[in-house]
């Protein structure tokens, strides 16, 4: 079955520190992927996307996302976390082959917790 | 929230009652979409539509309905709510249904007793 895995419930980083949220995928294909960040009673923000090209993605707040097609993963990053970033993050893939968003899978989400 | 409005905020309801819930938008967004959130399930679609009057099922309809008659309102209608319907709802818009990202609204948290 084709799926996403957010492995961590829970992530604990101090401030200043580089800070890592982990996704990885298991589709057929090429997927595209995206993460999201939701705040306290908020819906999901989007945070950046990967379609093609360079591994490496970079999106919004100083967070980025580092493809890996070999490991099948999709790893949020931040070199240098603050505690305004503590928030619930979601990994999600859209399979390949469709045209619409209904083919849109979301992790179950990782806590992410910045202390000072 | 994008142009996204949500109502209610929060309803508490009785097992076996209906209940809508509605979306409505400013962006002239084509496609609009239903998700559930609950704990260790991430968001789940439960309905989506690609137009006036076209909507389809996602992972999990059962229980529920949808009813699209203008481009900027999306309703979610559980026709007799029972508990495992206790969830937070969210409502989403996007300009196509290929690969650019979801605008969500802020959500409806739904409890039934």
């Known amino acids: 079955a084709q799926s996403v895995a957010q492995p961590e419930d829970q992530v604990n980083v101090a401030e200043g520190n580089p800070l890592t949220v982990k996704c990885t995928y298991s589709v057929s294909g090429n997927p595209y992927l995206f993460w999201y960040v939701q705040y306290p009673n908020r819906g999901l923000q989007f945070l950046l996307k990967y379609i093609t090209g360079d591994n490496l993605v970079k999106g919004s707040y100083g967070f980025e996302a580092e493809f890996n097609k070999s490991q099948t993963s999709f790893h949020l990053k931040k070199p240098s976390a603050l505690v305004s970033d503590s928030a619930l993050y979601f990994c999600a893939v859209r399979l390949p082959g469709y045209s619409s968003a209904s083919k849109i899978i979301f992790g179950s989400g990782t806590r992410l917790s910045i202390r000072p | 929230d994008a142009g996204i409005t949500q109502s209610p905020r929060h309803k508490v309801t009785e097992t076996g009652t209906p209940v809508t819930l509605r979306c409505h938008q400013t962006e002239n967004h084509r496609y609009m979409y239903w998700y559930r959130q609950d704990p260790g399930h991430g968001l789940r679609l439960i309905h989506y539509?690609?137009?006036?009057?076209?909507?389809d099922k996602g992972e999990v309809s059962d229980g529920y309905s949808v009813s699209r008659s203008k481009t900027e309102d999306f309703l979610l209608t559980l026709e007799s709510a029972t508990s495992s319907q206790t969830s937070v709802y969210f409502c989403a818009i996007s300009e196509t249904g290929q690969y650019e990202k979801l605008f969500f609204g802020s959500g409806t948290q739904l409890s039934v007793l």
């Open positions: 539509s690609y137009g006036v009057k076209d909507t």
